[in-house]
T-cell receptor, first 115, second 112 residues
Framework: AQSVSQHNHHVILSEAASLELGCNYS??????LFWYVQYPGQHLQLLLK??????LVKGIKGFEAEFIKSKFSFNLRKPSVQWSDTAEYFC?????????????FGKGTMLLVSP | ETGVTQTPRHLVMGMTNKKSLKCEQH?????MYWYKQSAKKPLELMFV???????ENNSVPSRFSPECPNSSHLFLHLHTLQPEDSALYLC???????????FGPGTRLTVL
């Protein structure tokens, strides 16, 4: 069974600081990887995804993530965070089973950006 | 807005009550999911429906009973819940064969 580990449960940054959130997964097969974001009081939204190809993927709002297969990692980065990036971030790994997808999520990282 | 709606958004119920959560998607997807989101725990997949057929039940207690009358609607019937069942219940949908799931806003459930 696949599992996802997010290293930091809480991160506090000042505006303009750089961000990197760690994510490691364990799964023996081909993976598809995701980062979802949940802003306060809002639903989970897809930030970015990796299926294949260029291991450096770019998402919305200036976020990017790099898939490093040898390290089983998919870390999320942003060069300069804003106050509006305050949210909870979830890494997820996917397996396709019988034509539908199942997602395994990490525990999430709560990011607080102070103005 | 993701095209997945959930009602009610908040629900408070006693342990002897019976209530239902509703999820609706207008995206033409064929797979629908229920997740439980508790504090300090990863999102837990509860049920999966693919083309209205339940394809996964992740050892969920029988006090949670899902129903999928058609590809656009998904219900979660609740009865004799426990306080530890208090959580955010999320519904999601995905196109068949695709990997990305679209989430609703969730129902915040409190069991007294």
């Amino acid at each position: 069974a696949q599992s996802v580990s997010q290293h930091n449960h809480h991160v506090i940054l000042s505006e303009a600081a750089s961000l990197e959130l760690g994510c490691n997964y364990s799964y023996g097969g081909t993976v598809n990887l995701f980062w979802y974001v949940q802003y306060p009081g809002q639903h989970l939204q897809l930030l970015l995804k990796y299926f294949s190809g260029d291991p450096l993927v770019k998402g919305i709002k200036g976020f990017e993530a790099e898939f490093i297969k040898s390290k089983f990692s998919f870390n999320l980065r942003k060069p300069s965070v804003q106050w509006s990036d305050t949210a909870e971030y979830f890494c997820a790994v996917n397996a396709l089973l019988g034509g539908y997808s199942t997602l395994t999520f990490g525990k999430g990282t709560m990011l607080l950006v102070s103005p | 807005e993701t095209g997945v709606t959930q009602t009610p958004r908040h629900l408070v119920m006693g342990m002897t009550n019976k209530k239902s959560l509703k999820c609706e998607q207008h995206l033409g997807h064929n797979a629908m999911y229920w997740y439980k989101q508790s504090a300090k725990k990863p999102l837990e997949l509860m049920f999966v429906y693919n083309f209205k057929e339940q394809t996964e039940n992740n050892s969920v207690p029988s006090r949670f009973s899902p129903e999928c009358p058609n590809s656009s609607h998904l219900f979660l019937h609740l009865h004799t819940l426990q306080p530890e069942d208090s959580a955010l219940y999320l519904c999601a949908s995905s196109p068949t064969g695709a990997n990305e799931q679209f989430f609703g806003p969730g129902t915040r459930l409190t069991v007294l």
